[in-house]
């Protein structure tokens, strides 16, 4: 069920006698929809481009006109290529563990057990749990001196001193990551729980007789006809993932040196907390072209067949 | 091959009984694992939340208080917090009726009619639920200040819908497109106006979808926090999202009563999976792209 609401494709009817007709009618039902769409939302995707070609200061509040300044600027800036590195390394990171643990755990419970369901409802438990309320767990988590993960690290004797895992700029990345995959990982088990129940019983079986070992058979049998459903996941999960404002901004603020900042912090940061509005409104057009791809591929596997 | 499988089964029944327990072992050793790594999150968020200040937190630290007290809880409930809570709640009411209204007259529309130009729209709105909000909030923002709405619910509220309307519409497409036209059809013929068929057979049988489609964005708009981050500066109008750092300090971090406010700030969210499983499953699959 889950699987079909998430990747539902929409038939229209060929032909609707009675129904389809009725102009009037249907412009006055998709009219509000279509102004609060076109209002909040495309006019704000436009004056984000126009924004960009203008430079503006707390200072100046008159917008100036500066061209493709900010753009040049940027791609001289070593800033906009750590933010470029650090969001990718965020995002394929994120992604690829969350669907490799949610792919593991969804064959790991997918069994005829008693009280799996039990066992399925609490594991899904941190896809559940408010963003922000994560993200302030996981900063208490890695908490140098109160954390449960340096006191469980110190007590068990992997490591000798306390670390700072989010004050540190070599492990602040990391221990983001670790974080929304904690989080996200659910996510993607229900999806595969979804579409591993959906694989065909008969040609695992055909495969077994053949001789094919369960790991074969998986390889081989049920990720095959999982394919679509995986491709739609990681198509949604990078998105996602690319656009995580949450985890970051509570846990370290793009910090320490800037070492975790991604496009959605490092825009915030310089619109709200600096108020140079047209420099963060190139970062804004850049992310919306670094996503275009996926966001492509994303609608053509919704609208396949609409 | 077939009959040498055979052959081998039979010839080391034990072995193969030896082996389905060895993995029925690992199985469920597996599964503790997990359910370790998922729980004790939680289980130190709860521990944390009930530890009263008198026993400090330690290395190693005890995984459950001695003395356990609610008394963070109290101390969090302070009449700020409450504000936020109601704040939340009215944001988040009006904008799941806001775009559950506007949105289903747009699916029933897009899925009932055939209008030129109808496909197109529907790409177009589509396309903007994949928008980042991110790119859109400085323009947004830029908007609310010019009319003035700043730090004011609407302000949240116009801004929650360019999260949810797109969505929606998609979603509830989706479940109105699995209705049979029949029924209204054959209303339409017994003298029915098209509003009658709308709102007396379409919307009662949509409203499971309606029901998916709201918990979604009821589990949403509750935990969003970029636009609440921007938009609101007064501690009147800020929401839970927000209000939930009041104590992180300048100078330090009240773990006791922020981990209380945590698990206060989750439980209506809890609650709602717990009792309405299927519909959040269902919602929050479908939009997946917004979380």
Known sequence: MTTQS??????QPRKARGLGSGRGLALLFVAPSVLLVGLLMYTPMVQAFIES????????????????EHYR???????????????????????????LLGLASAVLLNQNLPGQGVV????????????????????????????????????????????????????????VILAAVWKGFPFSMVIFLAALQGVDEQQLEAAQLDGANPWQRFIHVTIPSMSAIIRLNLLLTTIFTFNYFDMIWVTTRGGPLDSTHIFPTEIFELGFGQGRFGEAAAYGIVSVLLLAAFAILYLRELTQDA | MTTSTMKMKRSRPTSTR???????????????????????????????????????????????????TLVNYQTAFYPEFRRYFFNSTLVSLATMAISISVGLLAAYSFSRFRVRGFKV????????QMFPVATMIIPIYKIMRRFSLLDTYPALILAYI??????????????????????????????????????????????PGIAATAVWIAVVTWQEFIFALAFTSSREMRTVSVGISDFIGQYGIRYGELMASSVMVSLPIMVVFFFLQRQFVAGLTAGASKG
Request: no cysteine; aromatic share 10%; charged share 15%.
């Open chain 1, 120 to 175: 399925r409802t609490l594991v899904l438990l941190p896809w559940v749990l408010p963003g922000v309320v994560t993200a302030l767990l996981w900063r208490f988590m890695y908490d140098p001196q109160l954390g449960l993960v340096n006191s469980l690290l110190l007590s068990s004797g992997l490591i000798n001193s306390a670390t700072g895992w989010l004050a540190e700029p070599n492990t602040a990345m990391a221990a």
């Open chain 2, 121 to 128: 729209l529907l790409v177009a709105i589509i396309l903007a």
């Open chain 2, 18 to 68: 030896r082996r389905k327990r060895g993995q029925l072992a690992l199985t469920l050793f597996l599964q503790a694992v997990l359910l370790l790594i998922v729980l004790l999150p939680f289980f130190w968020m709860l521990s944390v939340s009930l530890k009263p200040a008198s026993e400090p937190f330690a290395i190693p630290a005890r995984l459950w208080p001695e003395n356990p």
């Open chain 1, 6 to 11: 998430l990747a539902t494709k929409h038939r």
């Open chain 1, 53 to 68: 070609l203008h430079a503006t200061a707390f200072l100046s509040p008159q917008p100036e006109f500066v061209g493709l």
């Open chain 2, 162 to 207: 360019t999260i949810t309307l797109p969505v929606a519409i998609w979603m509830l497409l989706g479940f109105i497109g699995n209705i049979p036209k029949e029924l209204e059809e054959s209303a339409l013929v017994e003298g029915a106006t098209r509003l009658q068929a709308f709102w007396r057979i379409a919307v009662p049988l949509a409203r």
């Open chain 1, 73 to 99: 600027n940027m791609l001289r800036d070593d800033t906009f290529w750590r933010v470029v590195r650090n969001s990718v390394t965020w995002t394929l990171a994120v992604v690829l563990f969350q669907n």
